[in-house]
């Protein structure tokens, strides 16, 4: 196995890569940043969620459903233009559960190492974060499902690699990966069973810099790139120089689930996972996860506290 060590953004680098660069044709994708997000999808009161709310069930205020959401990237989430308000599919999804218990949606932007201790504390009454369903976090807190955990691999729009849908696919390939990531281990692993199938080594490359990690692609001084699906799919859609290659679970060999989570023995689980659901046969989920290009990584039925991946 060839690693190449992380890279750092220097001007001299990205222009070099950039004028090596093949344009191709911009997608049909547009998404719009303004903090009123008139797009967002609406949703009725779901009388029988409501009804599962605990008559003792504590909110942080009364008619409120105060919700924990690091702003980070879209798809998942980020600043609208006012710089204040976050906007993305994890708001969007927020608005729909606060909806359909009745409640006024209120967004706290927070740290992601900064969420575990506010929801224990009391300080959100939910998280939705692309947070995972894990045993160890079952321990602490109660999830509802509302998205796979999905990895993509992307490739150059053009470029010779077409499907990845094995690990053995990924042999001989220049990857591009994120350091110290789930992601990387997963990656990792693939290469040692090739290698050890006699297969070629996998070049694992690294880069600090999103920009130039795509300009590598382009170039072709990489194949393909392996993070979360959802960050990239979006990225596909944007500007159509990459595209799908293959998909595996974040938890691979084991599917992993993104869930909202909340206090563990709040009683609001069963009020959200039934609030999705309803969502869900309505259309209104699948109208919210298309609006970010995320429908690949669509859910047929939320749920409890379902398996989570185990604790290393």
Request: glycine letters at 8%; aromatic letters at 6%.
């Amino acid at each position: 196995m060839t690693i190449s060590r992380p890279l750092r953004a220097a001007a001299g680098t990205a222009l070099a890569l950039a004028t090596l660069a093949l344009p191709v044709a911009a997608a049909e994708f547009k998404v719009d940043l303004s903090p009123e997000q008139p797009g967002r999808v609406r949703a009725a009161k779901v009388a029988a969620a409501i009804r599962q709310i605990p008559k003792d069930a504590h909110f942080v205020k009364d008619g409120v459903l105060t919700v924990a959401i690091n702003g980070g990237r879209l798809p998942l989430a980020a600043f609208a233009t006012d710089t204040q308000t976050l906007v993305g599919s994890d708001p969007d999804i927020a608005q729909l559960v606060a909806d359909s218990l009745g409640r006024k949606l209120e967004i706290v932007n927070v740290a992601w190492a900064d969420w575990p201790l506010g929801l224990s504390s009391g300080k959100y009454d939910a998280v939705i974060s692309n947070v995972t369903v894990t045993e160890a976090r079952k321990e602490k807190f109660d999830f509802s499902t509302y998205r796979q955990d999905k990895l993509g691999i992307y490739v150059k729009s053009t470029g010779p690699v077409k499907q990845i849908r094995d690990p053995k696919d990924i042999a001989g390939l220049r990857v591009i990966v994120g350091a110290s990531t789930n992601q990387e281990q997963i990656l990792l692993r693939w290469n040692q069973q090739n290698v050890a199938a006699g297969l070629k080594p996998v070049e694992v490359q690294y880069y600090d810099d999103d920009v130039v990690q795509r300009l590598a692609i382009q170039s072709g001084r990489a194949d393909a790139y392996l993070g979360p699906n959802a960050i990239a799919a979006f990225e596909a859609a944007k500007d159509g120089k990459t595209r799908l290659a293959g998909t595996f679970s974040g938890g691979w060999p084991l599917n992993a689930d993104i869930a909202v989570t909340t206090r563990k023995g709040s009683g609001l689980a069963a009020a959200i996972t039934t609030a999705i659901n309803v969502q869900i046969g309505n259309g209104n989920y699948a109208r919210t996860l298309k609006r970010w290009n995320l429908g690949s990584e669509a859910i047929t039925q939320s749920q409890t506290n379902p398996a989570g991946l185990p604790k290393s």
